[in-house]
């Protein structure tokens, strides 16, 4: 169904290939999750096989691929429309009408379907992917969760015979996330549809995965087979793979069930060494007093229903908070009414007492910041390196300290990089970059994790949690379970604009299947949540690996401590 012969592609200005020699057949009816580090040319993979590369983003592409027998050099995407359905990245650069039915109706239309057809096959996307309750809203109204399923299903009511999704759960809650990945599994199976998905949170859907497609880098050679195979040379694991490798099972298991089966003999090794060990972060309470509160938060949208209804919630220095919640529940208008930039229609926020509101926008900078879901937003310059020296210049610190934070999260990223040319985490890494750049003693962030690899959040968990020692608070909001495991010390619950449980990550995570990490799931019921955790624990048993671990974690904490202290 899609076939790569020789193929590499150059953009325009590069000096090296952004694909090499990639040579591949995709049968029908399989589905192929393509895996990789940030910026390894999965975006770049997927935009030929739709076209997309080169017609629209211009650069050379050498050698040829075939969709469904149309050689995508000579049928720009216009002419692939009925054979491949594309959900980028981005939702909002794909939409091309105001409201949800009409969108799911726009590509139906230009195919020129009947109208009974069209008007069947709305109703059951709405269905399938749950948007019956938001049909009628504008899209612009919608949440980024609630987006990204529109655009999957503009995308899935052409009934087309290839699906291309660029990162499709990144925005979703992990319940939403499970029924769109179940919905492309029926169509692989029920209706032969050939997907091809990208995605870097791959504990959600390696199990639904015939096959693994991974890149390491540019110039070097894609890796194609079944998914145990290929994961167990890859770059980027889910922790069930993790786990695995580090348990020494063979055949490594890509799903929790498989891995449920191996576990016994590991189980009972932790639980003999983890009394004198067992210490997780986020078990901890907070450890210091509370710098930002909301105090009856409500809020609603031109004479809307209320988004939150009156939220008390307090984040405190020296912790890192984690809310959660399904897509809509009001995650991020509670970050910004936190940040100060939204005054809530009842209720108060405050920083130490005094409210936020009342705190300029240049003052308030240097007080609470805010990392939004869209990076770009906050991004105007021509290249990366000029954003960095402006971070600088504003945040009054010594030049080169934004890039400094920058590399410690994407190594080797271009500085001369235009901001629009790069993916979606390296987009968002350089505003992250940007916000912690001014040393705020509040730093917010909307969903950090979207488009970044394990590497990165690993580098990001460290950055954010050794802020957390030198007394900066940071509240996140996030679907990604495996990164909240991680990092947060203790978790809120939004739902429909509520605080429904607010307790230590642990207490929250393993009580819940639906938030519940990976090594939590296959380890139960143990209380584990990180492959780390469980690392330490075994290295704990054995005196000489104990040894070099503690040797290890000090130099670890030093280098974690070293950019906050750094901007002080």
Known sequence: ???????????????????????????????????????????????AATGHVPHFTGGLL???????????RTHPPRELADVVGTVGQRPMDGFVTDSVEDELAFVMESLALEPAVMRRRVEETLDLLGLADVRRKSLAELSSGQQQRVAIGAALTAHPQVLVLDEPTSALDPGAAEDVLAALHRLVHDLGVTVLLSEHRLERVVQYADSVLSLTGPGDP?????????????????????????????????????????APALVQRLEDVAPAVQESSAAKPPTGDPLLSAHGVWQRYRN??????????????????????????????LLAALQGGLRPERGTVTLDGD??????????????????????????????????????????????????????????????????????????????????????????????????????????????????????????????????????????VLSDGE??????????????????????????????????????VLRAGDPLHSARADRAGRADQADVLSAPEALR
């Open 62 to 72: 050498r050698g040829r691929v075939l969709v469904g027998g149309r050689d995508t």
């Open 355 to 492: 409210p936020v509101h009342g705190v300029s926008a240049r003052a308030r900078r240097r007080l609470v910041s805010l990392v939004p879901q869209e990076p770009g937003d906050l991004l105007y310059l021509d290249t990366v390196e000029a954003e960095c020296a402006q971070a600088d210049s504003e945040s009054g610190i010594a030049p080169g300290s934004t890039l400094a934070l920058l590399t410690r999260l994407i190594p080797g990223l271009l500085t001369e990089t235009d901001p629009r040319d790069l993916s979606e985490g390296q987009r968002l890494s350089l505003v992250v970059a940007i916000q912690l750049a001014g040393g705020p003693r509040v730093i917010l962030l909307d969903e950090p994790t979207r488009g970044l690899d394990y590497a990165a959040k690993d580098r990001l968990t460290e950055m954010l949690t050794g802020l957390a020692r030198t007394g900066t608070a940071v509240a996140l909001t996030s679907h990604d379970v495996e990164f909240v495991a991680a990092t947060a010390d203790r978790v809120a």
């Open 222 to 262: 894609v890796r194609y087979g079944l998914p145990g195979e290929v994961l167990a040379e890859s770059l980027v694991v889910p922790p069930v793979v993790a786990l695995g490798k580090l348990a020494g099972w063979s055949p490594l298991p890509v799903s929790v069930r498989d891995a449920r089966r191996l």
């Open 304 to 333: 809307g229903p209320a988004v939150l209804r009156g939220v008390d919630l307090d984040v405190h220095a020296g912790e890192v908070l984690a809310i959660m919640g399904r897509n809509g529940a009001g995650k991020s208008t």
């Open 499 to 536: 605080v429904i449980t607010e307790a230590p990550t642990a207490e929250v995570v393993l009580s819940s299947p639906t938030y519940a990490p990976q090594v939590a799931k296959i380890l139960a019921p143990g209380t584990w949540l990180t492959v780390r955790q469980v690392e330490a």
């Open 1 to 47: 169904m899609i076939s790569f012969e020789n193929v590499s592609v150059r953009y325009a200005g590069a000096t090296s290939d952004a694909l090499t020699d990639v040579n591949l057949v995709l049968p029908p009816g399989e589905f192929c999750l393509v895996v990789g580090p940030t910026g390894s040319g999965k975006t770049t993979l997927l935009g």
